[in-house]
């Protein structure tokens, strides 16, 4: 029996990275960790410890920090431009390059805001990531954990009943979740876009995502989840495919009839675990002709 090596990549996780853009007195900042992976011809440093073609991670570190001198513009142009800048070498093959964008708030935004004086909310991410293999490069946009939640317009009836359920129906419930979208840029939009056209794209994706919580009546969050991935796909031509995946956020009815108190569906608790699951992958059905897009495999924890 012999021993192979399989597949493999390496890099630097998680370079954390603040750029300061200040051209005016009107600071602007973008806050991201991006992740830079390597593939290709790294056969030798497995098997015998030879580092020749190994660009250290902490080169890769380096790049990220010395790239951001020249502007981060949008995360997904930032990182085609590491990809591109490490796909020039010989032995790197191919490789994944991935950026997660913290939000921040000018402080007393009510008016124009502070000038250089920033508050930072929501457990929220922007995402991005860039796929290169032999096929070419593949970019990926999306969010992460955008909190939300309707306090009516949601119902969850008609389910199987057997001698485990207790679940009650329920016409009138809270919906919430956190909710986590990846969508696929077709390539021709992913070759021609610049970071205005990333920055745009990715606030229209997600005011869909959110204006269709928002209006359809849920039946069930999985109605939901595949009317917010419908939604986008028929907006944005240039967008293959999306996936989502959503906690069901359960908010219970607090029986208070012990104290002699009603409760029409105004007092809840708000449990954190456990919780529904909810994963889609929205398609067009002519778009799936060559099988799975392999920048899924890619994305660990997800449909
Ligand atoms: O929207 C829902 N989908 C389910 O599949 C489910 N299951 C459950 O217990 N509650 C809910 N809610």
């Given at each position: 029996?012999?021993?192979?090596?399989?597949?493999?990549?390496?890099g630097k996780a998680e370079v954390r990275l603040l750029r300061v853009d200040?051209?005016?007195?009107?600071?602007r900042i973008t806050d991201l960790c991006v992740t830079s992976?390597?593939?290709?011809?790294?056969?030798?440093?497995?098997?015998?410890?030879?580092?020749?073609?190994?660009?250290?991670?902490?080169?890769q570190k380096n790049t990220v920090q010395a790239f951001a001198r020249d502007g981060v513009g949008s995360p997904?142009t930032f990182l085609?431009r590491l990809?591109?800048?490490?796909?020039?070498?010989?032995?790197?093959?191919?490789?994944?390059w991935r950026a997660e964008q913290y939000g921040w708030?000018?402080?007393?935004?009510?008016?124009?805001?502070?000038?250089?004086?920033?508050?930072r909310?929501?457990?929220?991410r922007r995402t991005a990531?860039?796929?290169?293999?032999?096929?070419?490069?593949?970019?990926?946009?999306?969010?992460?954990?955008?909190?939300?939640?309707?306090?009516?317009?949601?119902?969850?009836?008609?389910?199987?009943?057997?001698?485990?359920?207790?679940?009650?129906?329920?016409?009138?419930?809270?919906?919430?979740?956190?909710?986590?979208?990846?969508?696929?840029?077709?390539?021709?939009?992913?070759?021609?876009?610049?970071?205005?056209?990333?920055?745009?794209?990715?606030?229209?994706?997600?005011?869909?995502?959110?204006?269709?919580?928002?209006?359809?009546?849920?039946?069930?969050?999985?109605?939901?989840?595949?009317?917010?991935?419908?939604?986008?796909?028929?907006?944005?031509?240039?967008?293959?495919?999306?996936?989502?995946?959503?906690?069901?956020?359960?908010?219970?009815?607090?029986?208070?009839?012990?104290?002699?108190?009603?409760?029409?569906?105004?007092?809840?608790?708000?449990?954190?675990?456990?919780?529904?699951?909810?994963?889609?992958?929205?398609?067009?059905?002519?778009?799936?002709?060559?099988?799975?897009?392999?920048?899924?495999?890619?994305?660990?924890?997800?449909?």
């Amino acid at each position: 029996m012999s021993i192979v090596l399989g597949p493999n990549q390496y890099g630097k996780a998680e370079v954390r990275l603040l750029r300061v853009d200040r051209d005016t007195a009107r600071h602007r900042i973008t806050d991201l960790c991006v992740t830079s992976q390597l593939r290709g011809d790294f056969r030798a440093t497995h098997v015998s410890g030879d580092n020749t073609g190994v660009i250290a991670t902490d080169t890769q570190k380096n790049t990220v920090q010395a790239f951001a001198r020249d502007g981060v513009g949008s995360p997904e142009t930032f990182l085609l431009r590491l990809a591109r800048h490490f796909l020039r070498e010989p032995q790197v093959t191919g490789g994944r390059w991935r950026a997660e964008q913290y939000g921040w708030q000018r402080i007393g935004a009510r008016g124009a805001g502070h000038d250089h004086a920033f508050v930072r909310g929501a457990a929220e991410r922007r995402t991005a990531l860039v796929h290169a293999d032999d096929a070419g490069l593949t970019v990926l946009a999306g969010v992460q954990d955008v909190t939300v939640l309707k306090s009516t317009g949601s119902e969850f009836s008609g389910f199987p009943r057997d001698r485990y359920t207790t679940l009650a129906e329920t016409d009138d419930r809270i919906l919430a979740t956190d909710v986590t979208a990846w969508w696929r840029y077709a390539p021709s939009f992913a070759e021609a876009a610049g970071p205005r056209e990333f920055d745009e794209r990715h606030a229209a994706v997600r005011a869909l995502l959110l204006t269709t919580f928002a209006d359809l009546h849920s039946l069930a969050l999985q109605q939901t989840v595949f009317a917010m991935g419908r939604a986008v796909l028929e907006a944005f031509d240039d967008i293959a495919e999306i996936r989502l995946s959503c906690p069901n956020n359960h908010h219970f009815l607090v029986d208070l009839e012990p104290f002699g108190l009603d409760n029409p569906g105004e007092v809840f608790f708000a449990a954190d675990r456990p919780y529904g699951l909810i994963e889609a992958a929205v398609q067009r059905q002519d778009g799936q002709a060559g099988g799975e897009h392999p920048v899924w495999a890619t994305i660990g924890g997800f449909v």
